[in-house]
């Protein structure tokens, strides 16, 4: 199987565009809507990836708009490489959680900066629980099975951080 150029981020955006043309600015708030339980990218990478795929030819940039946005659009070239990048082989996941490392350190926190920590992290999973299983939802009601599926990692993830937290001694 031919390994594709791009890496996951850059992927994300290209599969995003196959919605039609996009500002980094709208890619960043689909992105965040459609993938944001599961995955995470940043403004700043958004806006690296977009003039590195359009160097490689896998977008075009359109005419700029108000405030300098600039629409890009997938090439022809940038929907083979897309499928390239689907079909290879996933990378292994990086792990990395704030809140674990935090914890890692927790003999240098005080007993109350550990339960702030512990409280914090238990309202952002839940939210985030919250959102992932209304998303799950609206994607069940429209048929997308793959959206639900992803979502099920993202409510799964959320429960088990939920539960890990109830583990974590705070003193």
């Known amino acids: 199987m031919a390994e594709s150029d791009i890496n996951a981020t850059a992927a994300a955006l290209l599969g995003l565009l196959h919605e039609g043309p996009m500002t980094g600015g709208q890619l960043m708030a689909l992105a965040e809507q459609r993938l944001g339980r599961f995955w995470s990218m940043t403004r700043s990478q958004v806006y ?15 005419k700029p708009g108000p405030r ?57 999973h ?16 429209e048929g997308d099975d793959f959206a639900v599926a992803a979502l099920d990692f993202a409510i799964n993830y959320n429960k088990a951080a939920l539960s890990w937290l109830k583990t974590v001694p705070v003193k």
């Not at 690296?48 to 359109?62: F, H, I, N, Q, S």
């Not at 839940?126 to 009601?141: D, G, P, T, V």
């Open 48 to 62: 690296r990836e977009l003039p590195a795929l359009a160097e490689k030819g896998y977008v075009r940039p359109g």
């Open 126 to 141: 839940n939210q985030e629980l919250a959102m992932a299983r209304e998303q799950a939802r609206e994607a069940k009601k």
């Open 68 to 124: 300098a946005s600039q629409p890009y659009s997938i090439t022809a070239a940038g929907k083979r490489a897309f499928q390239r990048w689907l079909a290879e082989t996933p990378s292994r996941d990086a792990l990395r959680n704030s809140v674990a490392l935090r914890f890692c350190f927790g003999s240098m926190l005080t007993p109350a900066q550990l339960k702030e920590l512990q409280e914090y992290a238990i309202e952002y």
